[in-house]
């Protein structure tokens, strides 16, 4: 069980975002306005993920959190990455860059577990897979909790399994990858918070399209501990999005599905590339977020959100651009406001 979660003064976890939207400086402003930040460990070297974490410390006294993604295990089909490539090519050709290589990759997983074990952090969340039991037991040893993504659930039973202290709850609403071990799972939140709390007692962190106080509420009343706010995050100033994709969270552009940026499915504003690529992108997790990478790059230096991975949840236009405490006090409020009303309307019945 999560000795975190029940410290927690406001119900708002920051939901980790890899790539640069999460930040120290995020991070440390939602803990210390009584939330739960988080460090997005993917990507990062080791060396940068501990530099990462210094900062945190530096900024707070508060708990806080990294998040790992675990290996993913698939082989990808080779003959169909390198036909993704070919498609590619022209486009890759007018930004006048060169397609990555199509590598596979752990994304040096045992490193930052190693770090993680050297250095302890209050929490570690893993996503993409359930962590095996042994390392699950050495991060308790040095003090750390575990907590699991789940976006199925079948997948509770496997975190509860190797003692997890918390479930991430994912649903479909949700902004960028999906965190489940499959990727395919197509859940929406509050029944799959339903059904998981079916299968286990373990505490849940609900996660997928929660952008205000009544979103809050709705989790909090279906079983979960804390909301998990990531696209709710991303234009506040400590977040570091990228100017052109502040523009498309704040916009009121549909969102969907998609394997183009990365091999793994993952929700996105809808943009020129998506409509151009989507369907013929392979299950191919890491392989095609490597080929994709410089012209992701280069898109995002010219501030050309037309090539760019927009990661965001379907409920991206209720996000404000207002500074990260100020957002955990506001919908920590607004929910609070929400319960209190729902509670006079049935004492008055």
Known sequence: MSAVLARLRRPVVAAPMAGGPSTPALAAAVSNAGGL???????????????????????????????????????????????YAERLTPIARRWGVVLGVPVGGDDRYSEKVDLLLADPVPVVSFAFGVPTSDVVDALHDRGSEVWVTVS???????????????????GMEAGAHRGGIDDTDEYALLPLLRLVAARTRLPMVAAGGIADGPALAAV????????????????????GTSDAHRTAVASSADTRLTRGFTGRRARGVVNEFMRSFDEAAPAAYPHVHYLTAPLRAAARAAGDPSVLNLWAGQAHALSRDLPAAEIVERIAGEAAETIEALSRRFLLR
């Open 220 to 239: 909090l009343a279906a079983g979960a501990s804390a909301g998990a706010l990531g696209t709710a995050f991303l234009r506040s100033p400590e977040a």
């Open 37 to 83: 930040g988080f460090l997005a460990g993917a990507y990062l070297s080791p060396e940068r993920l501990a530099a990462d974490i210094a900062s945190v410390r530096r900024l707070t006294d508060q708990p806080f959190g990294v998040n790992l993604f675990a290996p993913v295990a698939p082989p990808a089909d080779e003959a169909a990455v390198v036909a």
């Open 152 to 170: 199925h659930p079948v997948a509770a039973v496997a975190a509860d399994e190797v003692s997890a202290d918390a479930l991430v709850v994912q």
